[in-house]
């Protein structure tokens, strides 16, 4: 009967048959909590009466969930915002840093990629500061700018500047010989040159490296409002771990997943938009 | 003796060999086109065809010598100057029709996009382009059909000069048969001022008016000018018919095969610029009105 179906068919048939079978294995594996009627006496007195915090089952996540999901944008005081506020912080701290980061990156991308010097100068300090840590910068972001939000933003912005402008430097260094020479025979000057043929020569490179950049962006702005606090994704997962509210804690990480799966998605379509065969 | 419309001066290159010394590519290439003529260059790899051919293409600068066209010295690239490179260097982002339009709008900044469009269109139909096939992104058309669009964009600008470098070296034999006849097709159309480089023997024959015949470099130099004494309109059946054929062909085959090589390396006389002139009229037809005009071309109007 399988043989029937498509490849697509069948491997979501086998995508849905390990998530039951990854949930049932969970939740069997939760072990149930004795009712403290049925414990002995000495047992009651030892405490095990009291509810133990447990890993809990996927049924209490999805049941999260749907609490969550169905009134995401409640706003009752500091400690109490629903996720899609939450997560919409988030969103706005990484777009900021990141857009700020792909005006500096991809007009200096540009220049380094357009002239051998420039490239040359540039690359010890690309291949430096590249490695570091981002939340390294955090510290150092604190004390100079003196606000948490913009900090956030800056460690943002520096994590995604690196693979875009590497990529664009790339791409636009790749671009083939005989696309600019076609522009030389006619006769477009440097600026027609850099947007009709360099630009879209080499966007799919440079989109590639704002791919990545985006999703470097989404892991690091978990742990940068982890430190920063007050308001996001990452500030609520600690939060809970902090309410010792497990549920939400494994709710929030699948958020987290689902809004990283999505900023990648859109990225996915931007790049088949500008990727062409040769 | 009057400047030719186009006119190559004692162009020499040189490129450092990469041990302090320097190589001399070719020395003293001089020679003449004149307008409307279809000149082909041939010479063994190595000659230096494709640097000369980027060097009026303004792609390249000599170490010594001038070009003027219309008596003026030509420097960097120009629209005046269109050129069809031998990997198509069709902008594969851009549908053929695009590739067109492309060229079209640099030429003509001031006109309408619909006027562009339909010389793009005009120019794409004449070398046998039309319909669905100009939406095609060129990854999506064959060889010939990509060296189509490139001859097509570059005929569209019309430039005082086109430059053809080895346009068909990729293309399979037949498909570069009907595309040379093609390109005879286009050219008669436009009277467009082509020069162009193969290392195809018969095909300079089916369409040049003039061979220059190169020897080997280094130290290369253009060494004979020979005339293409065939009556045009030209049909690659019917000119090997044609009793001066053979006797052109194996003067090519000749040099090519035995004096590029002996003459290689010779220092040219310092009077003697310009190359040797080489008539070959076994047939001996219509010279009166060849002395008057220079040109072969046939005018087919």
Known sequence: MLDNLSVNQRAAILSVAMLIGGLLIWEASIPAQKLATELTEYERLMGLGQERAGVPPPSAVLEKAWEQLSNPFYDAGPNDKGIGIQIGYSIYRVLTGYFLAAIVAIPLGFLIGMSQVAYKAFNPFIQVLRPISPLAWMPLALFIIQ????????????????????????????VRADWVNV???????SFKTAMTVILPAAAPTIITGMRISIGIAWLVIVAAEMLVGGTGIGYYVWNEWNNLDLTSVIFSILMIGVVGMLLDAAFGVLQRAVAYAE | ????????????????????????????????????????????SGCGKSTIMNILAGLAEPTSGVVKMDGKEVSGPSLDRGVVFQNYSLLPWLSALKNVTFGVKARYP????????????EFLAKVGLEGDVIHRKPSQLSGGMRQRVSIARAFANQPKLLLLDEPFGALDALT???????????????????????????????????????????????AESVEITLPRPR?????????????????????????????AGQKMDAEDLRPETVRIDVAGESDASKDSSPALRAVNH
């Not at chain 2, 049909?235 to 003459?263: C, D, W």
Request: charged share 20%; glycine share 8%; proline share 2%.
């Open chain 1, 147 to 174: 606000d948490s939000e913009a900090s956030a933003i800056f460690v943002i912005f520096i994590c995604s500047i690196w693979p875009m402008l590497i990529n664009t430097a790339f791409g636009v260094a790749g």
């Open chain 2, 110 to 121: 001031n006109w309408s996009k619909d006027k562009v469009e339909a010389h793009a269109r």
């Open chain 2, 235 to 263: 049909t690659r059946t019917e000119i090997v018919e044609h009793p001066n054929y053979y006797a052109i062909r194996n003067h090519l085959v000749q040099f090519l095969g035995k004096r590029s090589k002996e003459l």
């Open chain 1, 183 to 189: 522009a030389r025979t006619h006769e477009l000057g």
């Open chain 2, 1 to 44: 003796m009057s400047k030719p419309f186009l006119s190559i001066e004692r162009l020499t290159q040189q490129f450092s060999d990469g041990s302090g010394g320097t190589l001399t590519v070719f020395e003293n290439a001089s020679f003449g086109i004149e307008k409307g003529e279809f000149v082909c260059i041939l010479g063994h």
């Open chain 2, 176 to 222: 570069r048969g009907t595309i040379q006849d093609e390109l005879l097709k286009v050219w008669g159309e436009t009277e467009q001022t082509v020069f162009m480089i193969t290392h195809d023997i018969d095909e300079s024959i089916l369409l040049a008016d003039r061979i220059l015949l190169m020897t080997n470099g280094p130290l290369a130099r253009v």
